[in-house]
Structures are given as C-alpha cells and as structure tokens.
C-alpha cells in the first residue's frame, strides 16, 4: 500500500537546530611569569628608606614647616616687619674708660653694667676703643643695641632697635646673630632636610607602578628650579 507523498513528508523527522554544538575549544590564558623575588638587600634597603622617610618626616615637621613659612616672611619683609628704635642717655664709671692703657679698659663691668641698667638682649658682638669714645654693640634675632661711650666723661648714648616677631623669626631664618647653638639647629634641619629627600627618592625606586612617573617628574622639578636660578643670575 503506497503512502502519499505529503504523508510521508509529513512524518519524516524535523531537523533539531537546538541540538548543542561543540564547544569551542579555549584560548590558553597566558599567564605572567611570577615577579622575582627581591634579594635581601633590596628589601633592607626598601625597608630602611621608609623608616628614615616616613620617621624623620614626623622628626622634622615642626622645623621643616619653621623653615618653609619664614621662607615666605623673608621674602615679603613688608609683612608686618615694624622697626622700633628708641634713645636713652646715661652716664658709668668714667674710671672704667678713661685710662691711657687702652688694655687696662673694664670691658666686663661696662658690659655687665650696660646689660643690667638697660635690660640689653643678645650678645656682645663688638667692643671698640678710640682715642675720644668706646663704643659697645649687641647682637640677636630682631634685635640690635649700639652705645657709644665717651671715654673722658663716662657719659654715653644708647640706640636700641627690635624688629618684632617677624624679624626675629626672619633672622632664626638665616642664622644672623643667633648662636651656637641655633646654628647647630640649622645644621641638624638642613641634615634631616637631605636624608629624608634622598630616603624619599630611594623608596620611589621601589615603587614599579609609580616609579617612572615620579623620577619624571623630579627631572622636570630639577630642570625647573634650574631654569629659575639661571634667570635669577643671569
């Protein structure tokens, strides 16, 4: 018995477009080869430069920000940098300065005497002796105090000058007529000044990822402040 053909379309099986294809096959994922190890004197060194960098930081903030702020008040001496002078007239032991033998000449006393009359500041930066008159200059931060002593009466005249606040921290600034051991203050910032710049540049090294950007840009800080010096001085 012969089926009709449309029958035995009709029964034939359908294709099945859901039917799972093969996967694709996946793309080796290539991995990094693992950083090497860094050798032990890498890492004590790394170690080092961030302990100096980031305790000397904390050591010298306060003298580093003295420093960075009196920086600006040197620069503007018209903020608020007001002289104040005065004149006073007195009369000492005129056996203290009149002697023929220059070298028999009480300095002492006439210091003593000045500093405790007077209340003088800093120290004694000059002691002069002519043949008519002595004259006695002190010295300290914003402060500066001249007297000029006539030897054959004893009598004198005193000029005393303060310069406040901001010429005092003005003169810690640059180490004028501050001491010893201001000075040696100065000296221990501008140490800790150059271990922790240096500490610094050593740790940037360490840094893969920010290394390159960060020496850049110290180049172009370094050819900055060049350029800046050469227009100054030229």
Known sequence: MHQHPLTTERNLPENNNNEAKPAAPKKAVQR?????PM???????????????IYLSMISFVI??????????????????????????????VQWVNNEDTSRI???EVV?????????????NEFRID?????????????ASDIFITRETGEYELSETRTGFIGIINDLHKGRDSGSAWSAV????????????????????????????GLAIAVLGLIISLFFYFVATA
Request: hydrophobic content about 40%; charged content about 20%; aromatic content about 10%.
């Open 186 to 213: 100065i000296d221990f910032s501008a140490i800790l000044m150059t271990i922790v710049s240096l500490s610094g540049l050593v740790l940037m090294c360490f840094l893969k990822k920010k290394r390159t950007a």
């Open 39 to 53: 050798s032990p004197w890498k890492r004590r060194l790394s170690t080092l430069s961030r302990w100096l960098h």
């Open 131 to 143: 043949d008519m008159q002595c004259s006695v200059s002190f010295k300290g931060p914003g402060y």
């Open 32 to 36: 990094k080869p693992p950083n090497k």
């Open 64 to 93: 580093l920000l003295f420093f960075a702020v009196t920086g600006l008040t040197l620069n503007h001496p018209e903020w608020g940098n007001k002289v104040n002078t005065t004149q006073q007239k007195g009369k000492l032991n």
């Open 112 to 124: 003593e005497f000045l500093r405790k009359t007077h209340h003088i500041k800093g120290a004694m």
């Open 106 to 108: 009480a300095k002492l």
